[in-house]
């Protein structure tokens, strides 16, 4: 019995060595790319503070009123970087929901800008923002209109209205 008990604590012996101090610092210490990382996958939200921030090149004076049109008259909200803008549109069938979807993508396709779009059974959430040159630009605009005009077009409803998991049609 004590020559099996001294088997298993030669067995147990090497995890009880003491660490240095210096060496747990450098194990508990978090990696350069930490706070990197954690910028990168900030979330997009909608904000109401932050400012339109326009690209390279974009004339922000001729832009800015366009701009606050779509933000206080139609629905749209900046991201809290001020650099895209979003927009969730209802619909009372999935099929209308799709057909809205559809309709932006030809539009997006024929003038090669495309928006970043998430379809749900009864909504349609765009995002526009420009990567080339990075910010808002005419096209953004230009194409949060087109979404508002196809959207009246494919009869799209308060939010209220829109179609829900276990609704009827
Ligand atoms: C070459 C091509 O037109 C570009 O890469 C386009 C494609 N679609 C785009 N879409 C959006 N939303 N922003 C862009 O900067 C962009 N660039």
Redesign the pocket.
Same mark, same amino acid.
């Given at each position: 019995m004590y020559v099996r008990a001294m088997k298993c604590l030669s067995v147990i012996r090497p995890c009880t060595r003491i660490i240095p101090s210096s060496h747990i610092t450098r194990l508990t210490s978090r990696p350069a790319f930490w706070n990197r990382s954690v910028i990168l996958h900030q979330p997009r939200m909608a904000s109401s503070t932050a400012e339109p921030r326009f690209a390279e090149g974009e004339d922000a004076a001729q832009l800015g009123p366009d701009m606050q049109s779509l933000l206080q008259q139609q629905g749209w909200a900046l991201d809290a970087d001020g650099m895209g803008i979003t927009k969730t549109f209802h619909f009372k069938t999935y099929f209308k929901a799709v057909s809205f979807l559809n309709l932006i993508a030809s539009e997006s396709a024929a003038k090669? %800008? *495309?928006?970043t779009m998430t379809v749900r059974i009864g909504s349609v959430d765009v995002h526009? =923002? =420009? %990567? *080339?040159p990075r910010g808002l630009t005419q096209k953004d605009i230009t194409l949060a209109r087109h979404c508002d005009q196809g959207a009246t077009l494919m009869g799209a409803v308060e939010a209220g209205d829109g179609m829900k998991c276990g609704s009827k049609p």
């Open positions: 090669r %800008h *495309h928006p526009w =923002t =420009t %990567h *080339h």
